[in-house]
């Protein structure tokens, strides 16, 4: 199954705050794009169906990072309710539910947390910019996407 990128994001929020990892915005982009590559590789398909796109301080997936822009660098609070516009363009008040991801995909985002627990968001833009996915592609003032084939064949 392939997850909304907003719901694997709750979901490493919720897991960073019970677990004593601090995930900022920056870290959260980080987190994304290695959950990302952890899937592509370990079940040979995405996690999330957004892009990632190459931003100046590493892997972004735009739509995570304007959903919590307002925290800038501090901790993202751990999220229980949140809110969806419907097709009505009525607001919805949704409460989370950890389980919309399945048990064995949780397992592999932990693991993915669980090895940058420690890592802080700059050590952790600092690795994505000496990785081909970003560098191949990365313009001053552009946003190139950051391909599944790229991050896949980098980290086979």
Known sequence: MVYKVLDVSRYIINYGRDNNCNVSNLKLQKLLYFV?????????RPCFEEKIEAWA???????????YMNNAGLEIPKITKFYEV???FEVKECIFDETIIAEKDRE????VMDYFKDWSAWAMSELTHQQAPWKDVYEVNKKNEI????????FV
């Open 108 to 111: 592999s985002i932990r693991k």
């Open 57 to 67: 301080f590493g892997p972004v997936v735009p739509k995570a990072y304007f959903e």
């Open 147 to 154: 391909t599944l084939e790229a991050i896949k064949g980098f």
């Open 86 to 88: 419907t097709s009505n």
């Open 36 to 44: 990302q590559a952890e899937f592509l590789v370990s079940e040979n």
